[in-house]
């Protein structure tokens, strides 16, 4: 293991220039203008992986973007590892609010990164945490230290509801079995605290129409008789929520799985500051649903936001005009046990009703997902927990994720494995936003535990023991790391010892 690590120093510039070679490829699948990127960014992933010792890579053709796949089985007895990632990003707009161009990656010093950030579209989601892996698997390679079976699959169309993903799976099932998928996409609570995701939101995605009279009219000849779409929109997007944040749909809440109140109080417990959160946000005041923290409400609550919402004039100075149409792009995250179609049904039948005489609505759905919960009892969870108390020097604390990542319910349906979330970005990273990056100490802590995982996964397979170090050296760190979070009663506890499993 010692050499692994070593190779991983000795490479550090190495590992990074490539990262930034692969950011430069401005693969966003959302905007066609971008398919050829795409494609570019698909040949330079499998060109990685086959250069990291990676065998039958392959360039699979989809109806969209590709789906790279490859293998490195080193005994067909040793247990195997999926990997998932997606080398698309999310457009880049608006471009305005960026420091640096959005495909021009630069390393700057920024707050919460000691050693800077990548800034950088998708340098965080997910081109930078999918490359630690390619990185990873070539330290193992080329030290000859490979302890199971490992097998890539990284796709091109997860930002765009990875459309064609289930298909590929159910028509690969073969070629993609596995013990347990491993996915680097989300994040940890901090580069002090690490944590492991435990459970994805769902997400119902739609977009809505509503529409006037046949044509723009002049907003004072007609305007006061004839309905004003943009106004009857903005009228029925604030009646679907009360002030308390509950969800004003029927039925809504019906399947939402209530969490125990000993869970609450154990998701309450991990490290939060709301004065931290609302001062780096710059709001003076957090506005969900009444009753639930703010770790509650983004995690184990259902929302509903409206992303995007446009008609008449948006342009330069004033037009009288009473417009013809509306829109919006409305999202709603689901926990469990709610069902994506069913949630979309319940709202297009809402919002329908909704609509007064003088206007005509249509609701179109979009690309939708399962929530996803992974369980901490299983070996992999231990395996992936261990190898994070051997890079950070804490036991990492399983936390829910707000965020949505489609195909963990897939996986587990269809291959019928477990998937391992095993993030290393943060919250503050600004992935989809303008000027995304991710810290370059987390790049290389990711490409550090990877490694761990798979040694400690096969080891706890075949039985074994595994000792981290001494009790007194992780009781010091804990303390170390309590004092300076003031985090006194949480749970920051650590293990030295794995007993036997
Ligand atoms: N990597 C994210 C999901 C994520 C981010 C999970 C942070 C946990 C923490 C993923 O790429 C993503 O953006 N997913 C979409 C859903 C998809 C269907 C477009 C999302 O969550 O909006
Ligand atoms: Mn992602
Ligand atoms: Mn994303």
């Given at each position: 293991m010692g050499e692994i690590q070593n190779y991983i120093k000795k490479n550090r510039k190495k590992f990074l220039n490539e990262l930034l070679d692969l950011l430069r490829i401005p693969s966003v699948s959302a905007d066609p203008a971008f398919a050829g990127d795409v494609k570019k960014t698909a040949q330079s992933v499998a060109k990685s992986l086959k250069a990291a010792?990676?065998?039958?890579?392959i360039i699979n053709k989809t109806k969209g973007h590709p789906i790279v796949t490859g293998e490195l089985i080193v005994n067909k007895k040793l247990p195997t590892v999926l990997v998932y990632g997606h080398y698309d990003v999310q457009p880049a707009d608006p471009i305005e609010l960026w420091d640096n161009p959005p495909f021009e990656p630069v390393i700057k010093k920024v707050k919460g990164h000691k050693e800077g950030a990548i800034f950088a579209r998708g340098a965080c989601d997910d081109k930078g945490q999918m490359y630690m892996h390619v990185k990873a698997l070539e330290a193992m390679t080329k030290t000859k230290n490979v302890p199971c079976n490992i097998k890539f699959m990284i796709e091109g169309e997860e930002e765009v509801?990875?459309?064609?993903l289930e298909s590929f799976i159910r028509k690969n099932k073969k070629t993609l079995a596995c013990d347990v998928v491993l996915v680097s996409d989300t994040s940890i609570i901090s580069n002090e605290v690490p944590s492991i995701t435990t459970g994805l939101r769902g997400l119902s995605y739609v977009e809505v129409e509503v529409s006037g009279a046949n044509r723009d009219l002049h907003s004072g000849v007609y305007g006061g008789a004839v309905a004003n779409p943009l106004n009857v929109l903005a009228d029925m997007i604030s009646s679907?929520?009360?002030?308390?944040?509950?969800?004003?749909?029927?039925?809504?809440?019906?399947?939402v799985l209530e969490v125990s109140k000993k869970e609450r109080a154990a998701m309450n417990k991990a490290p939060f500051d709301i004065k931290e959160y609302k001062s780096e946000l710059k709001i003076n005041a957090t506005m969900g649903e009444k009753g639930y923290t703010v770790l509650e409400q983004t995690s184990i609550r259902p929302t509903l936001d409206v992303n995007g919402m446009w008609g008449g004039y948006i342009g330069e100075g004033a037009k009288t005009v009473l417009p013809a149409k509306a829109f919006a792009k409305i999202s709603m995250r689901l926990v469990p046990h709610q069902d994506p179609n069913k949630i979309t049904k319940l709202f297009s039948k809402h919002f329908n009703a909704l609509a007064p005489k003088g206007v005509r609505v249509k609701v179109t759905p979009h690309h939708g997902g399962e929530p996803a919960v992974t369980p901490t009892d299983t070996l992999e969870y231990k395996a992936a927990s261990l190898a994070m108390e051997k890079t950070y020097g804490l036991e990492p604390i399983p936390q829910r994720s707000g965020g949505s990542i489609p195909i963990v319910s897939l996986f587990e349906n269809i291959l019928k494995v477990k998937t391992v979330l095993l993030g290393f970005g943060l919250?503050?990273?600004?992935i989809h936003s303008p000027n995304e990056h991710f810290g370059v100490e987390n790049y290389f802590k990711g490409i550090s535990t990877i490694p761990y995982f798979y040694e400690y996964y096969a080891a706890l397979k075949s039985g074994k023991k595994i000792r981290l170090g001494s009790e007194k050296e992780t009781k010091s760190k804990t303390k170390k790391v309590q004092k300076k979070l003031n985090v006194a009663k949480s749970k920051l506890t650590t293990k030295p010892f794995v007993k036997k499993l």
């Open positions: 010792g990676c065998k039958n890579v509801g990875s459309v064609n679907l929520k009360g002030k308390n944040g509950k969800i004003r749909i029927p039925n809504f809440y019906d399947d919250n503050t990273d600004d």
